[in-house]
C-alpha cells in the first residue's frame, strides 16, 4: 500500500490568514527563486483545496520536474512561506519599529545629526515605556546617555544633570522588568500545576492551590508595577479560584482583567489567550452561578475575538458556540438551543480538521445534555457512544469521561434497559476505578446505580432517590466534588424522579425562568452590546 502524502504545506497553507496570504504574493519576489508562477500557481491550489489531494495538483503543472521532485517543491514552498510568516510578524510588532527608531538615530549620531537623533531616541523611548518593553527601553538610555555625552562633552552640568535623570529612568526600567519577571515564572508554575491536575483530587491539592493563593506577589494587585504584570496577577488570580471551585471569585478576577485588557490595547494584542481566557472564565462562572448579565457581556466580546492567528480565531468561535449551548442547557430554554445546536454543527463541521479532537466531544456532550432536557432518551444515547469510542484515545479529560459514564447508565435507565445495566456499571466502575481517586459522587452514584435493576416499587425508588439527593446535597458545595455539578445538574434530574415531573421544568423553574420566558426565541442578546 502506497504511502500517505505529506500534507505538512496544505496544513500550513490552510492556517494562514488573509493579510498573511496577501503579505506573501506581494513578497513572492522575495521568497521563491527561479519560476514564481508555478509555485504560487501550487499555492492557490491549495489554498482553494477542501481536502489535499496531491495528485490533483500534479495534474495542473506542466513542468515534468517539478512533478518529478514534487517533494522537494513542497519543502521549498514550505520554507518560502515560513521565512514570509516570519518577517510579517517583524514588520507589525512594537518591537520592530522600536529598533528600526533606535537603528535611524544612530545613523543620524554618525553624521553629527544629534538634535535629531536624539529626538529619534525620545520618540523610541516613549513607544517602549507604552508598550512595557523595558529592556529595550534601557538600550535606548543608554544610546541616549552615550548621544548627550558626545554632542555635550562632560564638564557641562546640564549634561551631568540629564545623565543622572536617564540612569534613575534605565533603574526604573529594570525594576519593572523584574517585577514582570516575578510574576510571569509564578504564572507559569500555577498553570503548569493546574493542566497536571485538571481539577483539584485531594486536600494536599488544595494545601497546595492555598499556598498559591497566598503567594506574598499576590497580596494586592498594587504589587504589579505594570500593565503586564497586572494581567499576569488576574491570570494567577483566575486559575486558583478556579481550582477552588470559588466561582463568585474567578468572575470577579475575570471581569477585571478582562476591562484591564480592553483598557490597555497593547496587552490585548500580545495577550490575547489570556484575554480570551477572561472572557471564558466570566462565561462559565456566570452559567453556573446564573448570571445572565454576565454571560452576555462576555459572549458578546467573545464572538468577535480576532486571536493573534486564525486557529486563535476559530478557538474563540468555537468556544463561543459551546458557551451559548451549555447556558441554555442551565436554564432549560430547550428551542434557543436547538437553534444554536444547529449553528454549531454546521460551523462544527467546517472547521473539523483545525480544531481540536476535545472540542467536538464538547459539542457532542452539549447536544446529549439537550436531548436529555427534551426527554429524547433514546437520540442521547446515540450521541454518546460518539464519546465513549474516543475515551482510550482522547483521556486527558477524565472528569468529563467519568461523568459520560455515568449519564450513560442513567440514560439506560430511562430507557428501560434493565439488562444493560449491569454491563454498563461495570465498565463505568473499571474506569472510575483506574483514577488516582475516586470521588465521593461518584462512589454514591454507582452504589445508587447498582440497586437501580432491583427496585421494586416506585415508593422504594423515590426513597432511594431521596436519601440519594441528600447525599448529593451535602457535596456539590465541597471543593473536591463540585466538578460533577457543572457537568449536569443531577440533583434537577433527581428532583424530576421524585416528583413526577418533566426535567426541564425544574431546570427552568430553579433558573427563574417561566415557561414564557423559557421559550422565547431568538434568546440571548447577539445583536448589541448588552449593559453589564
Not at 139 to 151: A, V
Not at 167 to 174: G, I, N, P, R, V
Not at 302 to 307: F, Q, R
Not at 505 to 514: C, D, F, K, M, P
Request: glycine fraction near 4%; aromatic fraction near 10%.
Amino acid at each position: 500500500m502506497p504511502a500517505k502524502p505529506n500534507d505538512d504545506l496544505f496544513q500550513l497553507v490552510q492556517s494562514l490568514s488573509t493579510a498573511e496570504k496577501g503579505y506573501f504574493r506581494k513578497q513572492a519576489v522575495v521568497f521563491l527563486q527561479g519560476e514564481r508562477s508555478k509555485y504560487l500557481k501550487i499555492f492557490d491550489a491549495l489554498l482553494r483545496m477542501p481536502v489535499y489531494d496531491e495528485s490533483a495538483i500534479k495534474a495542473t503543472l506542466d513542468d515534468e520536474a517539478l512533478v518529478r521532485h514534487f517533494s522537494r517543491v513542497k519543502n521549498y514552498l514550505f520554507d518560502a512561506i515560513l521565512r514570509s510568516l516570519i518577517w510579517f510578524e517583524i514588520e507589525k510588532a512594537p518591537a520592530s519599529m522600536i529598533d528600526k527608531l533606535l537603528m535611524q538615530s544612530r545613523v543620524l549620531r554618525r553624521r553629527g545629526l544629534f538634535r535629531q537623533g536624539i529626538r529619534l531616541l525620545d520618540k523610541a523611548l516613549a513607544s517602549a515605556r507604552h508598550y512595557e518593553h523595558h529592556v529595550q527601553a534601557c538600550q535606548i538610555i543608554r544610546e541616549k546617555i552615550s548621544t548627550c555625552m558626545t554632542r555635550y562633552g562632560h564638564n557641562e552640568a546640564a549634561s551631568h544633570q540629564l545623565v543622572r535623570e536617564l540612569k534613575q529612568s534605565e533603574q526604573d526600567a529594570l525594576e519593572y522588568y523584574l517585577n514582570e519577571k516575578e510574576f510571569e515564572d509564578l504564572y507559569f508554575e500555577v498553570l503548569f500545576y493546574k493542566e497536571q491536575i485538571g481539577v483539584a483530587r485531594s486536600y494536599d491539592d488544595l494545601r497546595r492551590i492555598d499556598a498559591y493563593s497566598h503567594h506574598p506577589l499576590l497580596s494586592s494587585v498594587g504589587n504589579a508595577k505594570t500593565v503586564r504584570a497586572g494581567s499576569l496577577y488576574y491570570a494567577i488570580r483566575q486559575i486558583c479560584a478556579s481550582l477552588q471551585q470559588n466561582l463568585e471569585a474567578l468572575a470577579g478576577y475575570a471581569l477585571r482583567h478582562v476591562e484591564l485588557c480592553e483598557a490597555h490595547p497593547h496587552i490585548l494584542m500580545e495577550a490575547s489567550d489570556r484575554f480570551a481566557s477572561a472572557l471564558s472564565d466570566c462565561i462559565g462562572a456566570g452559567i453556573h452561578l446564573t448570571n445572565q448579565d454576565l454571560v452576555e457581556a462576555a459572549l458578546f466580546k467573545l464572538k468577535d475575538l480576532k486571536g493573534t492567528n486564525e486557529q486563535e480565531t476559530l478557538q474563540a468561535r468555537a468556544n463561543h458556540c459551546l458557551y451559548r449551548l451549555s447556558w441554555y442547557n442551565r436554564t432549560g430554554q430547550v428551542l434557543q438551543g436547538q437553534q444554536v445546536l444547529s449553528e454549531s454543527q454546521a460551523f462544527f463541521a467546517g472547521a473539523r480538521e483545525k480544531l481540536p479532537p476535545l472540542q467536538h466531544i464538547y459539542l457532542s456532550y452539549a447536544m446529549c445534555y439537550l436531548q436529555i432536557l427534551q426527554d429524547d432518551y433514546a437520540g442521547a444515547s446515540h450521541t454518546l457512544q460518539d464519546i465513549l469510542a474516543g475515551i482510550d484515545k482522547k483521556g486527558s479529560r477524565q472528569d468529563l469521561f467519568c461523568m459520560v459514564h455515568i449519564l450513560n447508565m442513567l440514560i439506560h435507565y430511562e430507557l428501560g434497559n434493565g439488562e444493560l445495566l449491569p454491563y454498563t456499571l461495570k465498565s463505568a466502575t473499571n474506569f472510575i476505578n483506574k483514577r488516582r481517586r475516586v470521588f465521593r459522587f461518584e462512589k454514591a452514584m454507582l452504589q445508587f446505580i447498582r440497586l437501580l435493576p432491583d427496585i421494586p416499587s416506585r415508593q422504594q425508588f423515590v426513597g432511594q432517590a431521596r436519601l440519594l439527593r441528600t447525599t448529593l446535597d451535602s457535596l456539590r458545595h465541597d471543593p473536591l466534588e463540585m466538578t460533577a455539578f457543572r457537568y449536569f445538574d443531577f440533583i434537577s434530574w433527581l428532583d424530576s424522579k421524585i416528583e413526577a415531573r418533566p426535567f426541564v421544568t425544574i431546570v427552568q423553574e430553579r433558573a427563574g425562568l417561566s415557561s414564557a420566558e423559557a421559550n422565547r426565541v431568538p434568546g440571548l442578546r447577539q445583536e448589541s452590546s448588552p449593559s453589564r
